[in-house]
């Protein structure tokens, strides 16, 4: 299983994110998204649905290990168009109280996923004091939703080197416009970027269950994006989880025999 923490440091967007990630996922890769964040679920009221089975029962579950459906598959709901997901309360107070249960029990409690071969945690934005930022010290990788802006970029700088995640492991999604292009926003951050996502409110209305529009879904400015963007980011993930492969054999230049003891192909970084 990989665990994909989503969060940002200012901007909002982030439960959009998550979710347009999770539905455009590459196929033959079950994904499931957790709503993980502190400040409270949105999606159960976006698709007016109830908000359990979901982290809160997933939560009562794993405090009472004699009792079945500890495993965080086992809380998953299917959204309408086939998302899986595991929705959080509305309420801040209950998410707070259901991550400290989670991480009381067990300290990497996404690691038992079940069938889902990815995991994609919405925390929403990331405080100092967010109790969800225990996620990101075990998350394969971190993806920060930040504005082309100004304002974002210069939060970005002091926000982080705070980071409790590997520096390698930290990629940015770019949200609506901005005067900044992606390149030059990593050469001041120091951090990749994965992806833009533009400014679409059809494509944010229909991720957030809103009758859609004559036109598939996928030809939506958003959609087809944050397709791409789970693209990229499904290939990294493989890239980070593939063993080291050995050369079998010693290389040779002019006729010189060399002993190699590095790693080749996808291996290398």
């Known amino acids: 299983m990989s665990l994909v923490v989503v969060c ?19 196929v033959g890769q079950p994904a499931a998204l957790a709503e993980l964040d502190p400040s409270g679920g949105d999606i159960a009221s976006w698709y007016q649905l109830p908000h359990t089975p979901g982290l809160l029962s997933w939560a009562a579950a794993a405090r009472d290990p004699r009792r079945p459906g500890g495993r965080l598959a086992d809380h998953v709901r299917q959204l309408p168009g086939g998302v899986a997901a ?31 071969a990815v ?12 109790p969800a930022r225990p996620l990101l010290a075990g998350a394969d990788l971190v993806l ?8 974002d970029v210069a939060h970005l700088g002091d926000w982080l080197p705070a980071l409790p995640a590997e ?3 930290v990629r940015l999604l770019l949200t609506g416009d901005g005067p900044y ?24 209305a229909a991720l957030a269950g809103a009758p859609s529009t004559r036109a598939p879904l996928w030809r939506l400015p958003l959609i087809a994006a944050a397709g791409r963007a789970a693209a990229v980011l499904a290939r990294e993930l493989d890239t980070l989880a593939a063993p080291p492969r050995q050369l079998r054999h010693p290389r040779t230049i002019g006729g010189l025999r060399l002993a190699v003891s590095t790693v080749d192909g996808r291996g290398s970084r």
């Open 8 to 26: 940002s440091a200012k901007s909002t967007g982030v439960t959009t994110a998550a979710l347009g990630l999770a539905g455009t996922w590459p």
């Open 86 to 116: 595991v929705l959080a309360p509305p309420s801040a107070r209950a998410v707070t109280g259901a991550l400290d249960l989670l991480f009381d029990v067990d300290p990497r409690p996404l690691s038992a996923a079940g069938r889902q």
């Open 119 to 130: 995991v994609i945690g919405d925390c929403g934005r990331l405080d100092p004091y967010s």
């Open 144 to 151: 920060i939703v930040a504005r082309p802006r100004l304002a």
């Open 167 to 169: 520096p390698g492991r």
């Open 181 to 204: 292009h992606p390149g030059e926003i990593t050469a001041a951050v120091g951090v990749p970027v994965l992806g833009v996502l533009p400014h679409d409110p059809r494509g944010a």
